[in-house]
């Protein structure tokens, strides 16, 4: 253990692995309680909200347990014009929030330079943050983005189980790309980098887990996007079943755990509650995520004609506007949580609250 912040020791790999085999709720407390300090003493209590559009769902990989992988031919496939997404660009600003997030599956036909035409044009009509998740590209589209002014670049390493990670990533062309590099050399882009894991898939163990999480320190992210693995039907990751005694559950408890573990092994990071924790407990999800150290929303603002079709599992909880003050919207959730909207682009360490 290290003495951090807040008061409270980093936990080292050994106190990691034991924070997350613990079962008894009186305990887990004790993590829950420290995430929230951490988190409150380094980016305070506002949240930002991020506007997330999903600008295709089309994709050329397989990975086994996506819903848009390649093989999956029950999907309508989609891809948004330029002009689409930069109304949604106009919109997310029009809410006050202070970013977008461009998202796609892998799909090169959202080519290099539409994307550097796309993200210019939100910089020049919006004060918007543009973050893009657009996969596994090519270093010169990377740079050529960012040049464009793109700030931030989220890619998951999924889980740092090399083998695990293969067997639901297949390769493309045989030949693994390691994410690591790929993030390195985000990182060196002048991006800020984002990374994150699904926690609870088949196959995943503790220890790989605990992994995982001094990665998020390794790795020195930026931003850190955690959620339970959600079987989708349509997908080869579906039929297995993940009964090893050591087997990781796809729980919202355990994907709190590294929520609150990634609070407390990066302070300053952005960690949003994610879609999948408000999708595998409805009423609570996400309203956890946020006690447990998280400090991001990211409200789907997709279109609607297009928001089923980027089915990357079934049933994803959705959030309404802040504007309204109904349950289930974003204001009624920060009202209740006693936490104001964050101001501004909200990127790593500048955490201001919107007057
Ligand atoms: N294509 C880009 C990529 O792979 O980074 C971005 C889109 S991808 C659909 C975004 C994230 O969705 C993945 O990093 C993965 O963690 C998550 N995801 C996909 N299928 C999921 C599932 N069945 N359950 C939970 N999360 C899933």
């Not at 990670?165 to 990182?187: E, K, M, T, Y």
């Amino acid at each position: 253990m290290r003495e951090g912040s807040a008061g409270f020791d980093v936990p080292d790999r050994d106190a990691v692995l034991a924070w997350l085999r613990v079962e008894d709720p009186e305990v887990l407390e004790g993590l829950w309680v420290r995430a929230d300090a951490v988190r409150r003493a380094h980016v305070g209590d506002a949240v930002h909200l991020r506007g997330l559009v999903e600008v295709s769902n089309h994709c050329l990989r397989q990975c086994t347990y996506c819903g848009i992988r390649a093989g999956n031919h029950g999907l309508t496939r989609y891809r948004m014009s330029a002009d689409e997404v930069v109304a949604c660009a106009r919109r997310v600003a029009d809410l006050g929030y202070g970013t977008i997030v461009l998202q796609a599956g892998e799909d090169f036909g959202l080519t290099g330079p539409w994307v550097a035409d796309v993200v210019a044009r939100i910089r020049a009509s919006t004060p918007l943050a543009v973050t893009l998740s657009l996969g596994e590209r090519l270093p010169e589209e990377l740079r050529a983005w960012r040049e464009a002014g793109a700030d931030r670049y989220l890619l998951r390493f999924e889980t740092s189980d090399a083998a695990l990670f293969d067997r639901i990533h297949p390769p493309r062309h045989g030949q693994s790309v390691a994410r690591w590099d790929l993030l390195g050399l985000l990182h060196d882009m002048g991006y800020e980098v984002g990374s994150g894991v699904m926690v609870g898939i088949p196959g995943q163990t503790w220890d790989s887990l605990a992994d995982d999480v001094m990665r998020f320190a390794g790795l020195d992210l930026d931003m850190i996007g955690v959620g339970p693995y959600i079987p989708h039907p349509d997908t080869p990751l579906a039929a297995v079943v993940g009964d090893g005694p050591d087997q990781v559950p796809a729980d919202a408890t355990t994907a709190c755990k590294v929520v609150a573990l990634a609070r407390l092994v990066r302070p300053d990071a952005n960690i949003p509650a994610t879609t999948a924790l408000g999708t595998i407990d409805r009423a609570h999800g996400r309203e956890l995520g946020l006690r447990r150290g998280a400090n991001i929303l990211m409200p789907n603002l997709t279109p609607d004609r297009y928001k089923a079709c980027y089915e990357i599992y079934p049933d994803k909880a959705a959030l309404g506007d802040p504007g309204e003050d109904l349950p289930g919207t974003v204001r009624e959730l920060l009202r209740r949580l006693g936490r104001p909207v964050g101001a501004g682009p909200g990127g790593r360490g500048n955490g201001s609250v919107a007057s």
